[in-house]
Structures are given as structure tokens and as C-alpha cells.
């Protein structure tokens, strides 16, 4: 098993430009979460998806998106990249919402 | 929001035992309480969770006392590897539905030789 997987592992992007991070899990795990880490600080959660077909807000979702496309897959989109989403951005998944979460190696996003 | 208070860091030597105490005066009944290590470049990776009293795994202990607003994790003899940040983390169910991970700063580590 690979676990939770990230494309692309590293990305810079121009002001204004968007793109789409993905994300899949070969768990079986029903649940699935997007994090951003800024540099020194604790992870803060953008979106999840307790289970396939539903997304809700976390803490900071504005200037997000996401897509659950299926079980394993849970894609996190910018529509208008800014600076102030220079981050690392991290996938995770759990068998349900109170499960032990599963981490991705980390997307480094660079926005100039 | 249930939320956590963790010491923002901890220095200790190898061969200590190291005691990190979270606090989570906010936390519902149905709450687990997990512990989370991280790697500089890497994704969080679990430690331990927990309900009640104590548990026991071949990496930590995690004890938690009856009230439950707090718990503490404890690392027997720590080594240089151990050095991460280590973040406490509470379930949150708020009452629209849903669930909201809190992860809070978490307690940076350093293991010095």
C-alpha cells in the first residue's frame, strides 16, 4: 500500500494563477482532509470530507476549493493563487472522522 | 471549539523521560485524544490515542485523568531522533454536524546529545 499520495510535490506559481492539488489514498479510509502549514506554525485544516460525496469548511477555507471526484480521491483547487498562500500543504485520511489520520508526504507551494 | 494549550517548547537529553502536557478544557464527551509526532519535510505521523486513565504503546504513554481536560505524553528514554513536534489533538464535533480537526501549534522537542 501506498498510503496517502500528493502531486506535485513541489509547485511556484504567479500571482493570480490557479492550479489543482491532488490527492488519493489506497486505504479504503472514508474520510479525507486538506491542511496548510506556514512555516514554524501548526497545521490548519481547509476543507475535509467525512465521506465520499461530502465536503465541509475547516478553518480557513477561503480561496479554496476541493473536489471528493471519489473515495480515494480528494483534489484541493486555487482558483486565484496570492502570496498569502505560499505554504505546505498536507492530505490526510482516517477510516472515519474520530480515526487516526494518515498523512501525505506534502505539497511545497510557492506563490510569487 | 474544543481547542488545546500546549507548551511551545521542551528541551531535554538523551536518555530522559520527557512529559508533554495538553490541555483541552473544552472537550465533549464522545472526544478521543491523539497525539501526533512530526518530522522536519514530513506529514504528521500518529503516536498514540486515547479516552481515559492511561494507555501504553511500544513508542509512549498517554495518561489522562478523570475529568479529562488535560493529558500528557510521555516518552521514556528519549533519544536524538525523537526530537519533532509533538501536537495534542481533540476531536471537535460542533453542533451544526461535522467534524473539525483542531490541530494547535504542537510543543517543539529537542533531544540534545
Known amino acids: 500500500n501506498a498510503g496517502v499520495t500528493q502531486t506535485p510535490k513541489f509547485q511556484v506559481l504567479k500571482t493570480g494563477q490557479s492550479m489543482t492539488l491532488q490527492c488519493a489514498q489506497d486505504?479504503?479510509?472514508?474520510?479525507m482532509y486538506w491542511y496548510r502549514q506556514d512555516p514554524g506554525m501548526g497545521l490548519r485544516l481547509i476543507y475535509y470530507?467525512?465521506?465520499?460525496?461530502?465536503?465541509d469548511k475547516g478553518e480557513v477555507p477561503n480561496g479554496y476549493n476541493v473536489s471528493r471526484l471519489n473515495k480515494r480521491e480528494f483534489s484541493l483547487r486555487l482558483e486565484s493563487a496570492a502570496p498569502s498562500q505560499t505554504s505546505v500543504y498536507f492530505c490526510a485520511s482516517s477510516e472515519t472522522s474520530q480515526e487516526t489520520q494518515y498523512f501525505g508526504p506534502g505539497t511545497r507551494l510557492l506563490v510569487l | 471549539l474544543a481547542k488545546t494549550t500546549q507548551p511551545i517548547s521542551m528541551d531535554s537529553y538523551e536518555g530522559q523521560e520527557v512529559n508533554i502536557t495538553c490541555s483541552h478544557n473544552?472537550?465533549?464527551?464522545?472526544?478521543?485524544i491523539t497525539w501526533y509526532q512530526q518530522f522536519p519535510s514530513q506529514g504528521p505521523r500518529f503516536i498514540i490515542q486515547?479516552?481515559?486513565t492511561k494507555v501504553t504503546n511500544e513508542v509512549a504513554s498517554l495518561f489522562i485523568p478523570a475529568d479529562r481536560k488535560s493529558s500528557t505524553l510521555s516518552l521514556p528514554r528519549v533519544s536524538l531522533s525523537d526530537t519533532a513536534v509533538y501536537y495534542c489533538l481533540v476531536g471537535d464535533r460542533p453542533n451544526t454536524g461535522g467534524f473539525k480537526t483542531i490541530f494547535g501549534a504542537g510543543t517543539r522537542l529537542f533531544v540534545k546529545a
Open positions: 470530507s467525512a465521506s465520499e460525496g461530502t465536503t
Open positions: 486515547g479516552y481515559k
Open positions: 486505504m479504503n479510509h472514508n474520510s
Open positions: 473544552n472537550i465533549a464527551t464522545n472526544d478521543y
